[in-house]
């Protein structure tokens, strides 16, 4: 079975200061991507990153920084710097390649509030 | 630019009426889904298309079903909707190329409530 774990339910914040969101995943596909996606009030998602279960180098675009790490099956976001605008919610996704079917599964989300 | 539009962003409707919503998705994409979100509970995959007039069931079919006649369009149809399908439907779509790795597009959302 393949499952996606944000334990954080909520997290707030003050502007500028660093926050880092958890993603917990549970997967028996050898291969298998992983995503960050951002929902902001307006409801819309939007993609953030995709990793391949091959790739375990850290990526960093901006303020924002994902630390993939097969030994712990996690691949954390962090905001470096918040502001007020990156108050959202923010969802990680799972799809396994090997499971046959086209199929991503999502977290609960983490709810970020950044005040100013 | 990518674009993935939902007929109504706010519907009202009441118990045991047929309810469509309506995606459309300008990419020529040819993988679809319909999932529906509650708070704590994230997104539940509800259907997913990934052809024309094809159609699997996810993870919350009961109560739904869809429609795929064109490529560009998926529909997911409430027969007889309940207090309890009240909630936020999004709609996505993905190019099916090399695999399961696409990311996914969302239309912004249809909340629907059934009184």
């Known amino acids: 079975a393949q499952k996606v774990t944000q334990a954080q339910t909520e997290i707030s914040v003050v502007e500028k200061e660093d926050v880092t969101l958890d993603c917990v995943y549970e997967?028996?596909?050898?291969?298998?991507?992983l995503f960050w996606y951002k929902q902001p009030p307006s409801g819309e998602l939007v993609f953030l990153i995709r990793?391949?279960?091959?790739?375990?180098q850290n990526e960093i675009s901006g303020r924002y920084s994902w630390n993939f790490q097969k030994s712990t099956s996690s691949f954390n976001f962090t905001i470096t710097a918040s502001q007020v605008v990156d108050s959202a919610v923010y969802f990680c996704?799972?799809?396994?390649?090997?499971?046959?079917?086209?199929?991503?599964?999502f977290g609960t989300g983490t709810r970020l509030k950044v005040l100013a | 630019d990518v674009k993935v539009t939902q007929s109504s962003r706010y519907l009202v409707k009441r118990t045991g009426e047929k309810v469509f919503l309506e995606c459309v998705q300008d990419?020529?994409?040819?993988?679809m889904f319909w999932y529906r979100q509650d708070p704590g509970l994230g997104l539940r995959l509800i259907y997913f298309?990934?052809?024309?007039?094809?159609?699997e069931k996810g993870d919350i079919p009961e109560g739904y079903s869809v429609s795929r006649e064109k490529k560009e369009r998926f529909s997911l149809i409430l027969e007889s909707a309940s207090t309890n399908q009240t909630s936020m439907y999004l709609c996505?779509?993905?190019?099916?190329?090399?695999?399961?790795?696409?990311?996914?597009?969302f239309g912004p959302g249809t909340r629907l409530t059934v009184t």
């Open positions: 996505a779509s993905t190019h099916r190329g090399s695999g399961r790795e696409s990311e996914q597009y």
């Open positions: 997967t028996r596909d050898t291969t298998y991507y």
């Open positions: 990793r391949n279960s091959f790739d375990e």
């Open positions: 996704a799972l799809s396994g390649v090997n499971s046959g079917t086209y199929k991503y599964i």
């Open positions: 990419m020529d994409h040819e993988n």
């Open positions: 298309s990934y052809d024309v007039k094809m159609k």
